[in-house]
């Protein structure tokens, strides 16, 4: 198996396609830099974020964030859409805490805590306001940033964030998947059979019929870096987790939900509206999963802009 894996990262398809991600982003105006967060309080030096920052900032544009969710690298789940918003916003995309070049030595892995690192690491780019776009976990950590610096949080996009989610959720059966253990095994896969269901929960229409060489590959790139981490990340969006315990938020929110998710079901959506009342409107888009940037990209983006750039 190991010169299994050495010959797929010399033919790589997986790190050809990320390559491609990095030249669309650096021609969308975007410069790659890693940021070391180190002032002895809460976060230790040992803490490092990488980010997607624009080559010239303009001070005089708003400032737009946006937040991944699990899987690949923030490139591959925003893809062409940066370069939509770099003529209106100074756009910043980040890798959290335990993806991509993003890393910590601290214990604590609470999206409260990602959410912190990301508030620093937006000051130590001289940002102070922003507008936040967060997909599936990174709407958890968005959510938490708006709730925790509500004056640096403008207007925020929750894209099938199940920030409502209860313990007990599980145990009654919300989700597709029996319990935690099985959920880490396929939002994290370590096999081409569990990356083929996480991709068969996360589309309407998955693509059929891919080789078991382009999985391992997009394993062996993708998935087999801070794996522990990454459990630890799940188990404690779950963990003692109640809809009391939830802050309430002030910002002008739109949720975007597609309707067959299977990963957080659009009942989560619903909860999250009614949770956040006046100020959220919602959005659901038929004939997608939970996949719903990548699976209908051209209406995610469409939402986006009317949310964020028409009422500029």
Not at 87 to 111: A, I, M
Not at 134 to 158: C, T
Not at 190 to 201: M, S
Not at 265 to 294: S, T, W
């Amino acid at each position: 198996m190991v010169d299994y894996l050495r010959l797929l990262r010399c033919f790589s398809f997986t790190a050809s396609r990320d390559w491609l991600f990095r030249q669309s982003f650096a021609n969308a105006g975007l410069r790659s830099v890693t940021t070391d967060l180190s002032h002895g309080d809460s976060i230790a030096s040992t803490t490092s974020m990488h980010c997607w920052i624009p080559k010239s900032p303009n001070r005089s544009k708003p400032n737009l964030l946006l937040v991944h969710g699990f899987g690949a690298n923030a490139m591959w789940q925003y893809g062409e859409h940066p370069r939509s918003f770099t003529g209106r916003y100074n756009v910043y995309v980040p890798d959290l805490l335990f993806f991509g070049l993003s890393s910590t030595s601290e214990p604590n892995r609470t999206e409260s805590f990602q959410a912190q690192c990301l508030s620093r690491l937006m000051e130590a780019h001289g940002v102070h306001t922003m507008n936040v776009v967060g997909i599936s976990y990174g709407g958890f950590v968005g959510y938490s940033l708006a709730a925790q610096f509500p004056e640096k949080v403008e207007k925020l996009v929750l894209c099938c964030a199940g920030v409502c989610l209860e313990e007990k959720d599980m145990e009654d059966g919300l989700f597709k998947v029996p319990n935690l253990e099985e959920a880490t095994e396929i939002l994290i896969p370590q096999t081409p059979e569990k990356l083929k269901e996480l991709i068969r929960f996360s589309f309407v229409k998955p693509i059929k019929g891919v080789p078991s060489f382009f999985l391992w590959d997009f394993i062996d790139v993708m998935c087999t870096e801070f794996v522990e981490e990454k459990r630890d990340l799940i188990k404690s969006i779950l963990k003692e987790r109640r809809l009391s315990d939830l802050p309430r938020i002030k910002q002008k929110t739109l949720i975007i939900w597609g309707e067959e998710d299977q990963i957080f079901p659009l009942e989560l959506g619903y909860r999250l509206k009614r949770y956040i009342g006046d100020n959220a409107e919602m959005v659901v888009i038929k004939k997608a999963g939970h996949a719903v940037n990548l699976e209908k990209s051209k209406e995610f983006l469409k939402h986006l802009k009317s949310f964020l750039i028409d009422s500029l």
